[in-house]
């Protein structure tokens, strides 16, 4: 089945700094990467979404880059806030094989230093 | 337009109990799946439900159940708890066509003492 490996585990950044998170997955056939924002005690709130047919994909201070050949993808986060401070999962899904399960990385703790 | 719901919010059991929790999908959407999130972990893949029928499961045992409603609201099922159980229960909804793209509920807490 899908693997999906996360780095870093931890990321520490100054308010104003950029931040990247990077994923790799295992299955060839995986084509829908979300990413998933978990403040403490909250739930996984989808902030952005990229498919295999697109490599890259922005919303506003959040981009998704997609690399099919390496199998990798990565969530930056440019000017980082305070409030950007969560853990970050990313996922990977097969939306055409039997169901559309979604199988995540371990998460990445980002602290956005004032 | 409302999202997703989940009852209760905490629980606690002890081992060999069975429990029950619910999840009310997002208007519009068809589709709920059940992941279980360790302290620490990513969420995992328990089943998911489409059409009252199970769509696929992961590498959980027979004893997590679910259940789907014409309203296409579900319950997950859980007999003989054991300590490792412990975690927080997520569903999350979707609509058919774009069944990946998946909203979360709040979660139930669950112990297991």
């Known amino acids: 089945g899908e693997n999906v490996e996360q780095h870093p585990s931890t990321l520490s950044v100054q308010e104003g700094d950029s931040a990247v998170i990077k994923c790799t997955y295992s299955?060839?056939?995986?084509?829908?990467f979300p990413w998933y924002k978990q403040e403490l005690g909250k739930r996984p709130q989808l902030i952005i979404d990229i498919r295999s047919n697109v490599g890259e994909k922005k919303d506003q201070r959040i981009a998704v880059t997609l690399n099919k050949t390496a199998k990798h993808f990565s969530l930056h986060i440019t000017e980082t806030q305070p409030e950007d401070s969560a853990v970050y999962f990313c996922a990977a899904s097969n939306s055409g094989g039997s169901n559309y399960k979604l199988t995540f990385g371990k998460g990445t703790l980002l602290t956005v230093n004032p | 337009e409302t999202g997703v719901t989940q009852s209760p919010t905490h629980l606690i059991k002890t081992r060999g109990q069975q429990v029950t929790l619910r999840c009310s999908s997002q208007?519009?959407?068809?589709?709920v799946s059940w992941y279980q999130q360790a302290l620490g972990q990513g969420p995992q893949f328990i089943f998911q439900y489409y059409r009252e029928e199970e769509n696929g499961r992961g590498n959980f045992p027979p004893r997590f159940s679910g259940l789907q409603f014409p309203n296409y609201s579900s319950e997950l099922n859980v007999n003989a708890l054991e300590l490792d159980d412990s975690a927080l229960y997520l569903c999350a909804s979707s609509e058919a066509g774009v069944r990946e793209t998946q909203y979360f509920g709040p979660g139930t807490r669950l112990l297991v003492l």
């Open positions: 299955d060839s056939a995986s084509n829908y």
């Open positions: 208007s519009g959407h068809n589709t």
